[in-house]
């Protein structure tokens, strides 16, 4: 088969990366996950001391970020200026400071040359905010995952308690809306359904259901194409 691309867009909290990782696993290909890579700068940026909404300071910061995505079955792994941040990047607040940086132009120019140059190689799947619209506009598939505010906080309780991180309900619930907010209204690449993408509401459904669904639309898409 030759190669395609799948990108899956959507509000935080959506399951995306879930879901993504297991249709990459289904189908053989590559799961990237471009919200590790505004994780892993914003790990950068906090660890160096520099105020996340210092947008300036913030884009100098990246002539000393060297960021190396690995790619492994199943995902893939981040290294940051040679250092393994796979789960270091995994923490609510990093996720809440990669919404920050993530808005800012030159780094959204930054990860998008990657992302795309992975593209380029292999058959991927790839999930965040413009995947659809501006990352990989002539993908073969493209889907707009969503699901309730409520369930989505539910979900990312659940992920952090099996951490073993303490995660209050109602304040996961209003980092996601914090984060629905600036994702949607950013000036640069904001969240929205890319015209010809196939919406899918996952509020009720189980994990097996939107794999289906999701492997369902790409079987027709890619058939198309």
Partial sequence: MKRFAIAVDGPAGSG????AKMVAKRLGIIYVDTGAMYRTVALFCTEKGIALADEAAVVAALADLQMKIVPEEGGQRIFLNGRDVTAEIRTAEIGKGASTVAAYRQVRARMVELQQEMAREHSVIM???DIGTVVLPDAEVKIYLDAGVEERARRRVGELQEKGETADFEEIKKMI???DYNDMHRAHSPLKRAADAVSLDSTGMGID???QAIL???AERVKEK
């Fill in 16 to 19: 995306k990366s879930t879901v």
């Fill in 127 to 129: 999930d965040g905010r």
């Fill in 177 to 179: 809306l914090e984060r």
């Fill in 209 to 211: 259901a939107v794999l």
């Fill in 216 to 218: 369902d639309i790409v």
